[in-house]
């Protein structure tokens, strides 16, 4: 019994044993395991490195955010551009109309031929009278109609070329004309005030060459044509009596002109009433209106 009792032990240890080294094996196998995973993460968190490096690279790309929106800020400026451009090209009637303010805060008495190899000579622009009961000079008048007329003209789409806009320049009448000319204008408005001895004398004309022009005559038609449509529209649109068409022939401002012109003489500086009515606002506004419908009246708008 007892050899019975030791066998059973013996047994027992040996089962015990072998157990034992399984666990043991097992567990080792287990570290192993965890061991090989925690490598793995590690091969991945390297292998991720690179991944992180690339983020330095964004970095430059944060750089190149600041880049596009100083190309955005310019396509903000430019969206207004094509807005004008639509704007001015519907407006716009395709004439162009050149205008002398007449004469300028100081005369020129140096000669200049009264036109194109002609022998006869004239001041190169005369200073102008003066209202007599305003005491405003005549250049002064011109300017601001010119001014009003200018703006009156590009409202109904024209383009308009301005000879001065300061009374403070030198140019001659031949030098206005050829200015005019080499402008791309149509017509020419030249606009100016007039003066007599007579202080009764009133009334507003235009002045176009005659027929018999030796330096217009091509255009001598369309110059009285423009002329007396604006003097009737000038009339009608101030109440201004109509003085008509005058023909002159030896006016420098007419005979170097290429294109169609006027002189318009709005009204006498010397009498009372045209000078006092053609410094109020209002009627300089009816002025400039008037002298826009002969415009209209002329190219058949
Ligand atoms: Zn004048």
């Known amino acids: 019994m007892k050899n019975k009792k030791l066998n059973i032990l013996v047994v027992l240890g040996i089962l015990i044993a072998v157990v034992g080294t399984i ?16 490598t793995k993460l590690a091969s991945v968190a390297l292998a991720a490195k690179p991944i992180v490096e690339p983020i330095p690279t964004e970095s430059p790309e944060t750089t190149e955010t600041p880049t596009p929106e100083p190309t955005k800020a310019p396509d903000i400026t430019a969206t207004p551009e094509p807005t004008e451009e639509p704007t001015s090209t519907p407006v716009g009637n395709g004439h162009i109309v050149a205008i002398d303010a007449g004469h300028q805060a100081q005369g020129n008495s140096a000669k200049e031929p ?7 000579t004239k001041p190169k622009v005369a200073s102008g009278t003066t209202g007599r009961t305003t005491g405003v000079p005549e250049y002064q008048l011109n300017l601001d109609v010119s001014l009003k007329l200018r703006e009156e003209l590009q409202n109904r789409g024209y383009q308009v070329v301005m ?20 402008s791309g204008a149509e017509i020419f408005l030249r606009i100016h005030a007039n003066g007599s001895d007579d202080t009764s004398v009133k009334g507003a004309l235009t002045m176009a060459p005659s027929s018999s022009n030796p330096y217009v005559s091509s255009i001598a038609s369309s110059c009285q044509d423009l002329s007396q449509k604006v003097v009737d529209s000038y009339c009608a649109a101030t109440g201004f009596k109509n003085m008509g068409v005058q023909n002159y022939d030896n006016m420098s401002g007419i005979n170097w002109c290429k294109i169609p012109v006027t002189i318009v003489e709005m009204g006498f500086m010397t009498n009372p ?16 209106t008037g002298i826009a419908d002969g415009v209209d009246d002329y190219f058949g708008i």
């Not at 000879?163 to 080499?182: F, G, M």
């Not at 009433?273 to 400039?288: G, H, I, K, P, S």
């Open 163 to 182: 000879i001065r806009e300061d009374h403070n320049v030198d140019i001659s009448n031949a030098e206005r004309a050829e200015i005019a000319n080499n």
């Open 114 to 120: 009264i036109g194109p190899g002609a022998s006869e």
């Open 23 to 38: 666990v043991g094996i097992r567990s080792t196998l287990k570290i192993m395991q965890t061991t090989s995973k925690q």
């Open 273 to 288: 009433d045209d000078d006092t009515a053609m410094q109020d606002q209002d009627m300089q506004n009816r002025m400039a």
